[in-house]
């Protein structure tokens, strides 16, 4: 699971077994950031809408942007929040540049630790080439 700038750059990233459901890695993901801060806005798709994540992330002061499942009956979010939904397509970019290098695509380590160190090393040169 990763988080992105505005640029579409990593904030944060964290891997867990896929049998784990998004909206529980959320805080997770949060706490292995690689910067100081938090974010104002978290975009997210639909799976990421539930009462719970966005009560517990406005404490933090993170304000959750995600379309409303089919069938909701307490509506949250008006269309000017929405709106930025569309921007939602920067993440898919980071994922689409942490594609480029094959060690990630195609994951040989066994352990967990192992995988995260290439994905953390990826981004550290997405970091570097941004920014160089």
Not at 37 to 53: E, F, N, V
């Amino acid at each position: 699971m990763a988080v992105a700038d505005a640029h579409g750059l990593p904030i944060a990233i964290y891997t867990a077994s896929a049998s784990l459901g998004e909206v529980t890695l959320v805080h997770k993901t949060l706490k292995q950031s690689l910067f100081t801060g938090t974010p104002k806005r978290l975009i997210a798709d639909r799976a990421y809408d539930s009462d719970r994540l966005a009560r517990t992330l406005a404490e933090k002061g993170i304000q959750l942007i995600a379309p409303h499942r089919e069938g909701r009956v307490n509506i949250t979010q008006d269309g000017r929040c929405l709106r930025r939904y569309k921007r939602r397509w920067k993440i898919e970019r980071l994922f689409a540049w942490l594609k480029n290098f094959r060690r990630i695509v195609n994951r040989w380590e066994r352990k967990t630790e192992h995988f995260l160190g290439f994905v953390l090393l990826a981004c550290s040169l997405l970091l570097i080439r941004k920014y160089l």
